[in-house]
T-cell receptor, first 112, second 114 residues
């Protein structure tokens, strides 16, 4: 079946540091890939997505590139802010069906 | 505000009881999904409805059931509650049954079983 593996957290960074959260997946065919963010006490919000190999999703300074050869979709941001502190989830939608399979989530804390 | 409305936000109940969680999807979205988020299991897909019909079923216990009404709102019924059912329950919606562009999530219902 489909699965998503994220780097273990929590991750703690200083403001303006570079962020990478690793995500790899297992799926047949060409799934769609997503990053969601969950702020404390809130639901998940779609951060960015990519629907085919080599696509780059980007939003609010965050980027992720769909790498079929390494089955990865790593999240990056060049300069994090305190307001980026949240839990980040990588997810995939398989080629059949509509359910999203989520990774375990990575807690990010950014200190001033 | 995502446009997906879940009520209630918090619910505390005793073991053995039955509760109903309600979800109104974003305007124009026909598909509703229910997920359970717990510390040990992460986000688990429970069930999907599209335009009133069950579309897909995941790890939903027999004690749990759901439905989607003609006005497209959905209810998740949890019965014979156990301590282990304590979790955040999220509803999400999408405009198409294939969720091509992902979901829009509500802010969740936190269920505590005591």
């Amino acid at each position: 079946g489909n699965s998503v593996t994220q780097m273990e957290g929590p991750v703690t960074l200083s403001e303006e540091a570079f962020l990478t959260i690793n995500c790899t997946y297992t799926a047949t065919g060409y799934p769609s890939l997503f990053w969601y963010v969950q702020y404390p006490g809130e639901g998940l919000q779609l951060l960015l997505k990519a629907t085919k190999a080599d696509d780059k999703g980007s939003n609010k300074g965050f980027e992720a590139t769909y790498r079929k050869e390494t089955t990865s979709f790593h999240l990056e941001k060049g300069s994090v802010q305190v307001s980026d502190s949240a839990v980040y989830f990588c997810a995939l939608r398989g080629t059949s069906g509509s359910r999203l399979t989520f990774g375990e989530g990575t807690q990010l804390t950014v200190n001033p | 505000d995502s446009g997906v409305t879940q009520t209630p936000k918090h619910l505390i109940t005793a073991t053995g009881q039955r509760v109903t969680l309600r979800c109104s999807p974003r305007s124009g979205d026909l598909s509703v999904y229910w997920y359970q988020q717990s510390l040990d299991q992460g986000l688990q897909f429970l069930i999907q409805y599209y335009n009133g019909e069950e579309r897909a079923k995941g790890n939903i216990l027999e004690r749990f059931s759901a439905q989607q009404f003609p006005d497209l709102h959905s209810e998740l019924n949890l019965s014979s509650l156990e301590l282990g059912d304590s979790a955040l329950y999220f509803c999400a919606s999408s405009v198409d049954p294939g969720a091509t562009y992902g979901y829009t999530f509500g802010s969740g219902t936190r269920l505590t079983v005591v």
